[in-house]
């Protein structure tokens, strides 16, 4: 990931025209939104199918075969548009971007290299297997080839936020005779500082967007047919991703956070609004940052708080962002409610993790259409927490490509305003309707009942029965235990 859109001040560079170098960024900032929204899917619905499949070997539960194949035809066409988006986002590097190319390239092209050696290759040589092959080879292999995939997209989230990350906070290079970073410690450069919560932290995020994009199919069936056995436990398995895995993400992002305050300080008082260096800084809940007066207009705020949140300490002293000069603040306003969006996107899924908790241990979980509406509505909000918190990480280390080494305005091409502007109209035409009929046909396929899948004949009486032991599971929250009590 390269940028995003900001509106930061811009320094002499090669692209001398702002308006220019302005697109050239919103360029690229639109296509890796398009883009992130792919990987964030796939990388945990990879996962989820290598489950399904686990869970049906080892139960022989037909639910679960019902399920995989329900989901791997929407996964096939998530990974494809994934494919297809990161590619046409790649190669920016090498228009709106060659300078940065040239002087990056020989830290940024190999981890790069990495990355589709080792994940891409993993993950197209077993996806054949996976989506076409479960009844010509055996279940055993075909489990493996589940699994591989499944691990191919962890993979390739590892090298790529590898890169990114070494771009925020970059070690283990040095500056050669022609000013381009050049490696001398190959584990310092992929091990940088900020790597270890950036990649849990994003692991985390698309495991929890595909564990409320699942409850959400799932509500959206059990609000039609509570007795969906398919959806059922759909939305037993994505609540309890939420009631899991939703605070462990508020502790790795609370991890993050210190890291980046660390290594960042800039960012994350334009996160935090804090115009000044203070003791007992307040942590600001809403408010308009306002960078003219470099205070924020109508604040709500809880006093002391940010200095316990960053240094556990009330009385602690937080840097602001009158220890950096001007022209090397990012934009406030931007930084501020994107990192609101998406801690409020967070606290909303722990939210519905310990309602689906307390109704799970009602034995309300199916019978609770309020739940359900809710899951319904935060089905995409995982998209939009990842989207947010690129904005944060990306516009927040503005104007820097290469954090305090390398500025955004000295890594674009030399070229012309008419040139990025005619090539961005392109990308909006085309990318609105090429994902957006792949998105819609998704949308389609999510509409169908798992219960409709076809499943060999040898497993339908698997199914018949366990429908019907479904009903008297503890584990399930059956409704005939609900109707005894």
Avoid at 11 to 23: E, H, K, R, V
Avoid at 124 to 137: D, I, P, R, T, Y
Avoid at 406 to 417: M, V
Avoid at 448 to 457: C, F, K, R
Wanted: proline residues 5%; neutral net charge.
């Amino acid at each position: 990931m390269l940028t995003l859109v900001a509106t930061s001040a811009i320094t002499s560079g090669f692209i001398q025209d702002p308006t220019a170098l302005l697109l050239a960024r919103f360029q690229f900032a639109f296509t890796v939104a398009f883009h992130i929204i792919f990987p964030a899917f796939t990388i945990g619905l990879a996962s989820y199918l290598a489950v399904l499949e686990g869970l049906y070997l080892k139960t022989r539960n037909p639910v679960y075969q019902k399920l995989f194949r329900y989901w791997v035809k929407i996964f096939a066409v998530a990974f494809g548009m994934g494919v297809v988006s990161g590619i046409v986002m790649s190669y920016q590097f090498g228009t709106n971007w060659s300078v940065f190319s040239d002087k990056a390239g020989p830290v940024i092209g190999p981890l790069m290299g990495y990355e589709v050696l080792t994940a891409f290759f993993l993950e197209a040589g077993f996806l054949g297997v996976m989506l076409f092959g479960m009844n010509k080879v055996g279940e055993k292999l075909h489990f493996f080839a589940t699994l591989m995939v499944a691990i191919g997209t962890a993979i390739s989230a590892f090298w790529i936020l590898s890169v990114n990350s070494w771009m925020q906070t970059p070690t283990g290079f040095a500056m050669n005779d022609v000013g381009q970073f050049v490696v001398v410690d190959w584990f310092e450069v992929v091990f940088n500082p900020s790597f270890p919560y950036r990649l849990a932290h994003m692991l985390l995020a698309a495991y929890l967007t595909t564990a409320f994009v699942v409850g959400a199919v799932a509500a959206w069936h059990l609000l039609k047919d509570k007795t969906n056995a398919g959806a059922r436990k759909m939305f037993s398995m994505a609540m309890w991703m939420a009631l899991i895995v939703a605070p462990l993400q508020v502790f790795v992002g609370d991890l993050h956070g210190l890291n980046t305050q660390e290594h960042q300080p800039a960012k994350v008082a334009a996160m935090e609004g804090h115009f000044e260096t203070q003791r007992q800084a307040p942590l600001y809940l809403f408010g308009i940052p306002n960078e003219d007066t470099a205070s924020v207009d109508y604040a709500v705020k809880i006093p002391g708080l940010a200095s316990f949140i960053l240094k556990h300490d009330f009385d602690a002293e937080v840097t602001g962002l009158d220890a950096f000069p001007r022209d090397e603040w990012p934009p406030v306003a931007i930084v501020f409610w994107a990192f609101r969006v998406m801690v409020g996107i967070g606290l909303l899924m722990v939210l519905i993790g310990v309602w689906s908790g307390i109704q799970r241990w009602r034995g309300k979980l199916y019978d609770s259409p309020l739940l359900h509406r809710a899951a319904l509505f935060m089905g995409p909000m995982g998209f939009v927490a990842v989207v947010a918190g690129w904005i944060v990480t990306e516009v927040g280390r503005q104007p820097w490509v290469v954090y305090g080494l390398l500025r955004t305005a000295d890594a674009a091409s030399p070229i012309a305003l008419e040139g990025i502007a005619g090539s961005l109209l392109a990308f909006i035409v085309v990318y609105f309707l090429v994902f957006g009929a792949g998105t819609f046909y998704i949308i389609r396929k999510m509409a169908g009942s798992p219960d409709h899948v076809n499943i060999p004949d040898y497993a339908k009486r698997q199914h018949a029965m366990a429908v019907e032991r479904m009903f008297y599971d503890d584990d399930d929250q059956s409704l005939a235990k609900g109707e005894d009590k």
